[in-house]
């Protein structure tokens, strides 16, 4: 069983510029959610796609955007970065339908700002 | 809207001393509750969850939990630590069916001295 992947492990970007983090879900699962972890604080919830289509949504600006293609893998988009988006990014994958479900979260994308 | 409370940010054990991290939880109906560790340099791992029946759960490694609804607690047990179970826990909440999101407390750091 394959778990839950990321890439790249680490990024660094300029305030301004635009960043895509992408994530492969485990094996079965069929739901991606993405959660930001700021510095010394609990991963917050951003939004999760199911169906290839964004199912919730945390209190995150339109700015993350996000998709999740046909094999159930999934990209984050953050435009017009700021220096407070320097966080942890992680991405859970879930298999939806099965009430209720497990999140099972992935290594993590590392983003500086500078 | 929900909210987690994990009471000890730092709490620092010897082996083979007894654990209690303590976590509260706010939400109004049924809940789906977690404990995930993260392990210096890994990703978030499940330690176990609850969501109905037997109030007191057990997870891996001698882990366990009671869930009290009448307190909103969802404490997490060890008899006895090791070294190895130095790491950040993370109590988490999910609201009953329909809820698609995670929310999680700010985490307690665990260090444990031979």
């Known amino acids: 069983e394959t778990g839950v992947t990321q890439s790249p492990t680490h990024l660094i970007k300029t305030r301004g510029q635009q960043v895509t983090l992408r994530c492969s879900s485990q094996s079965g699962h069929n739901t991606v959610s993405w959660y930001q972890q700021a510095l010394g604080q609990g991963p917050q919830f951003i939004f999760q796609y199911y169906r290839e289509e964004e199912n919730g949504r945390g209190n995150f600006p339109p700015r993350f955007s996000g998709l999740q293609f046909p094999n159930y893998s999934s990209e984050l988009n953050v435009n017009a970065l700021e220096l407070d988006d320097s966080a942890l990014y992680l991405c859970?994958?879930?298999?939806?339908?099965?009430?209720?479900?497990?999140?099972?979260f992935g290594p993590g994308t590392r983003l500086t700002v500078l | 809207a929900q909210s987690v409370s994990q009471h000890n940010h730092h709490v620092i054990l010897s082996e083979a001393a007894s654990l209690e991290l303590g976590c509260n939880y706010s939400y109004g109906g049924t809940v789906n509750l977690f404990w995930y560790v993260q392990y210096p340099g890994q990703h978030l791992q499940l330690l176990l969850k609850?969501?109905?029946?037997?109030?007191l759960v057990k997870g891996i490694k001698g882990f366990e939990a009671e869930f009290i609804k009448s307190k909103f607690s969802f404490n997490l047990r060890k008899p006895s630590v090791q070294w190895s179970d130095t790491a950040e826990y993370f109590c988490?909440?999910?609201?009953?069916?329909?809820?698609?999101?995670?929310?999680f407390g700010k985490g307690t750091k665990l260090s444990v001295i031979p």
């Open positions: 609850y969501f109905s029946g037997d109030p």
């Open positions: 988490a909440v999910k609201g009953g069916a329909g809820s698609y999101q995670l929310t």
């Open positions: 859970a994958s879930s298999l939806a339908g099965l009430a209720p479900d497990t999140q099972y």
